[in-house]
T-cell receptor, first 114, second 112 residues
Framework: AQSVAQPEDQVNVAEGNPLTVKCTYSVSGNPYLFWYVQYPNRGLQFLLKYITGDNLVKGSYGFEAEFNKSQTSFHLKKPSALVSDSALYFC????????????FGKGTRLHILP | NAGVTQTPKFRILKIGQSMTLQCTQDMNHNYMYWYRQDPGMGLKLIYYSVGAGITDKGEVPNGYNVSRSTTEDFPLRLELAAPSQTSVYFCASIHPRGLTQYFGPGTRLTVL
């Protein structure tokens, strides 16, 4: 069965510093991987995805993520954090062999300190 | 396009009551999903559907039922509400050739 792990409940970063939010996954086939962001009292918004090709994918708001097959990871990154990046971030996975079920991690709360 | 809409936005139920959470999308998406979000637990998949007449269980289906009679609508039914079903419920849809989920604004349900 597919699964997603986000090992950090919360990440604190000073504004202007680089940030990383970690995600590891488990699937039987090839993974389709996603990052979503949720602001308070809002639904989820899509940030970026990895399907195939270049391991470094770029997304909205200056975020990027690196796919690492050997480590089964898909960490979210940003070179310089903004206070407005503070939100709840979710990693999700879809198994290419069974492409209809999409499973989410438990989320990581990102606090950017001014 | 309105995207994915959910009604109601808020609801308080008493234990044992029943209700239906409505979800509608106007993007002609075949795939639709129901998730619940609990603090610290992330999103858990309840049920999903790959098209009208087809539904399948997700990670936490117990206590819920779904139906999919049209492409646009995917209602979630709670038959006997329990306090453990207090949560925020999100509906999402996706085009089968696209890979990005579009989420509704959510329904906050409290069972007392």
């Amino acid at each position: 069965a597919q699964s997603v792990a986000q090992p950090e409940d919360q990440v604190n970063v000073a504004e202007g510093n680089p940030l990383t939010v970690k995600c590891t996954y488990s699937v039987s086939g090839n993974p389709y991987l996603f990052w979503y962001v949720q602001y308070p009292n809002r639904g989820l918004q899509f940030l970026l995805k990895y399907i195939t090709g270049d391991n470094l994918v770029k997304g909205s708001y200056g975020f990027e993520a690196e796919f690492n097959k050997s480590q089964t990871s898909f960490h979210l990154k940003k070179p310089s954090a903004l206070v407005s990046d503070s939100a709840l971030y979710f990693c999700a996975v879809r198994d290419s062999r069974r492409d209809d079920k999409i499973i989410f991690g438990k989320g990581t709360r990102l606090h950017i300190l001014p | 396009n309105a995207g994915v809409t959910q009604t109601p936005k808020f609801r308080i139920l008493k234990i044992g009551q029943s209700m239906t959470l409505q979800c509608t999308q106007d993007m002609n998406h075949n795939y639709m999903y129901w998730y619940r979000q609990d603090p610290g637990m992330g999103l858990k998949l309840i049920y999903y559907s790959v098209g009208a007449g087809i539904t399948d269980k997700g990670e936490v289906p117990n206590g819920y039922n779904v139906s999919r009679s049209t492409t646009e609508d995917f209602p979630l039914r709670l038959e006997l509400a329990a306090p453990s079903q207090t949560s925020v419920y999100f509906c999402a849809s996706i085009h089968p050739r696209g890979l990005t989920q579009y989420f509704g604004p959510g329904t906050r349900l409290t069972v007392l």
